[in-house]
């Protein structure tokens, strides 16, 4: 009995040690103080029930990522940004509007991406539209396919992707195929399989290359970007499942928002690309950058499925992830909403601001500026739709006005900036997004396609319920609780 005591004892004890080790770390490595204390105080005290899971979900910072991508940083941006596309960016004026020229001159040194004009952009609304027209350029494509989602599912819509790329692969096209490894962790490996047997070259986005990241889980790789010869590219919110075609009760209509791009801002987006598949492979693909267009305003575009739109738009792309020297996408969402002086619309599946984007947001609507925010009346997460409760009161309180979308779940990643900017991507309003994911946004500022964007969410707010204090002051006891305890887990969510 003694010797079996003697043991526990030194169990717990290393535990503690161990714990108190951890901890240590947190401290020095956490990103927020909010998620060192927490990660702290919980490896301390309990170190038996953390330290687990700190070894998956601990660390915010991407170690060998930064270091590899700087390395290869020159050859990356000759590969991707040729000198051409540099000096269109160089004589390129701000835009006349001073909210477009605050913004662009603050993003593109944030971002690291130069503001180009010549750009035709248009809006696809839901899955049917956007996967009809990502098949289209599929279909078309004569050169070379670059495909990266966040989750791809083997089911109908999986199936029609694959097939497709495997027949312009054997048509002789080059198809590069990018997947982050969490995110599609149940994708079985007969389908990666025959994609590579049809030509497809094909591999996961995995944190854990080097030993530092073995056990980690919270990098994940949250772009969806497709890239068709350098001409077209799609971005926004959607991944291949067929769930995101609204096939997928009791989520189902899927609501969700993409783009389709068109000129030199592809070679911005295919940039993005190119960092990680070499992160992902230490190969660079063989893309082709766009010719630089002769007439902005009569850009050289393929005839095929050619949106009826301005040809002449400016659009910055900007990528984030926490290899990033600053928190960029955090960052991001603070000037915009800082740089709104009539409105900011902002619709997104998950309410989780930090501090720094939910300060912006209350003193915007202290100068009087019309914030809104349209989230899911369904739930994907129960943790994070518990916590997003929270929020939504704290922001009702602050003159925030919060809509929930009723027909079926919102997954759209859209912000609106008065009538001058628009931005669609793959970034979400919380603390994953910020600090932890890879995401992309395309910020567009053009009032035509800024009015596009208003009426496409006017319509969604139509089929909204604006929510009020009720909703947190009649939940019972049991109910606030949890929203409360949901979001003290805000730092990785």
Known sequence: MQFDLLH???????????????????????????????????????????LVPYLFLGRSKFAGYADARRVENELLRTHAHPPQWDKLASSVELPAHAL????????????????????????????????????????????????QFFIVREDALGEMFKEALI????????????????????????YVASLRAGGVDTHPFATNRLFVNRLQLNFRNHRKIVSVDGERAFVGGHNVGVEYLGAKPPLSPWRDTHIEVRGPAVASIQFVFTEDWYWATQQLPQLDVPPMPVDSTNASLPASST??????????VVPSGPADKQETCSLFFVEAINAARERIWITTPYLIPDEAVFSALRLAALRGVDVRIMIPSRRDHVVVFE???????????????????QPGFLHQKVVL???????????????????????????????????EVEAM?????????????????????????????????????
């Open 167 to 190: 027949a312009k692969a054997r048509q002789g096209v080059r198809v590069y195929f990018l997947y982050d490894s969490i995110g599609s962790f149940d994708l079985p490996h007969r």
């Open 307 to 316: 949106p009826a739109a301005n040809h002449d738009m400016h659009c910055l």
């Open 457 to 493: 969410l006017l319509d969604d707010f139509a089929q909204s319920r604006e929510i009020d204090r009720n909703e947190y002051r009649q939940a019972s006891a049991v109910r606030r609780v949890l929203m409360h305890v949901a979001r003290l887990f805000s730092p990785i969510l």
């Open 100 to 147: 477009g020229g605050r913004l662009v001159h603050s993003l593109t040194r944030l971002g690291g991406m130069p503001f180009l004009p010549g750009n035709a952009v248009r809006t696809l609304v839901n899955g049917t539209a956007t996967f009809e027209a990502i098949f289209d350029a599929i279909e078309h494509a004569r050169h070379y396919i670059i495909v």
């Open 417 to 451: 900036i008065d009538t001058v900017a628009a931005a669609v991507g793959s970034a979400n309003l919380d603390n994953r997004s910020f600090r932890l994911n890879f995401e992309i946004m395309v910020v567009t500022v053009d009032q035509s396609f800024a009015k």
């Open 387 to 405: 916590a997003s409760k929270l929020y939504a009161y704290d922001s009702l309180r602050a003159g925030i006005r919060i809509f929930r979308y």
């Open 8 to 50: 526990v004892g030194t169990l717990v004890a290393l535990a503690h040690i161990l714990g108190a080790v951890a901890a240590c770390h947190a401290i020095l490595n956490t990103r927020t103080s909010q998620g060192a204390i927490a990660w702290a105080v919980s490896l301390v005290a309990m170190p038996y029930l953390t």
